[in-house]
């Protein structure tokens, strides 16, 4: 990097780390790890210079902020899952009813929710983290988990309802976006380019050697079980990450069409 440092945002999610893990040893990077959704509302207040999104917040950030072509988190078979308690009974007849617990307002899970159930209304927000807590102390009848929530939920005693990410994938034949990597436009083209590149290279030498990425990793991971961990970065991390391509490009317009259609956006 040349001039001024880089304020870069991302999630400390295994995914995330993982493919940032070189880059953030880069002097004239300035990292600031958080929350998607506490990222997704920065967006709107324009406070970094590349941040990590929630797709539903990059289709309303997007005069803003450039889609990088790498490190988006979009495939198949790793979309959000709609779980209750197992002993809850018939929670989807009830759904509509029902209190659900969305882990942020602009993140794609609460997007996808709202396009596959939008006579869902009683929702609360919260961190992606405190979902299962909310549904197993009843603060919610059911709650939509992301991240390492879909590998741990059945041996905490939850069931799941609805993929989302099969609902997705079988209603458009498209892999599931996700979340992206953006660059806010007032940087310019030539420096947006030379962070993309550098972000590709931080990806390329991750799965080039992986073991160079699991101090950091398992420093910021939420689920500290390193088989989690592993699994976690295996469903999200792959060749999408490296380049959206044309497939992941028509995935993101369809998601957009989706979303217009349904007047979630404009």
């Not at 803003?64 to 490190?71: D, F, H, I, K, R």
Request: glycine content about 6%; hydrophobic content about 40%.
């Amino acid at each position: 990097m040349q001039n001024s440092s880089v304020n870069i945002g991302y999630s400390t999610c295994p995914n995330d780390t993982f493919i940032f893990c070189k880059l953030a040893n880069n002097s004239e990077i300035v990292t600031h790890l958080h929350d998607v959704e506490t990222l997704n509302e920065w967006a709107f207040k324009e406070k970094l210079d590349v941040t990590k999104l929630s797709f539903h917040a990059w289709l309303l950030v997007q005069e803003n902020y450039e889609l990088l072509s790498c490190g988006s988190a979009l495939g198949r078979g790793c979309g959000p899952l709609v779980i209750s308690r197992q002993d809850a009974g018939d929670t989807h007849r009830r759904l509509p009813a029902c209190t659900v617990a969305v882990p942020g307002e602009f993140t794609t899970a609460h997007l996808l929710l709202k396009l596959w159930r939008p006579d869902i209304t009683k929702k609360i927000f919260m961190p992606f983290d405190k979902i299962m807590d909310a549904v197993e102390s009843g603060e919610a009848d059911a709650g939509v988990i992301i991240h390492e929530g879909r590998f741990v939920y059945q041996e905490q005693g939850f069931q799941c309802l609805e993929d989302l990410g099969d609902w997705w994938e079988n209603k458009t034949g498209q892999p599931i976006p996700l979340g992206c990597i953006a660059a806010h436009k007032r940087l310019g083209a030539a420096k947006i380019s030379e962070i993309e590149q550098q972000l590709k290279d931080s990806i390329q030498h991750a799965f080039d050697d992986p073991d160079s990425t699991k101090d950091y990793v398992k420093e910021h991971a939420q689920e500290l079980a390193e088989n989690v961990t592993t699994e976690h970065i295996k469903t999200y991390v792959n060749n999408f990450t490296l380049d959206l391509g044309d497939e992941g490009r028509a995935a993101i317009e369809a998601l957009q069409n989706m979303a217009k259609e349904a007047g979630i956006i404009q």
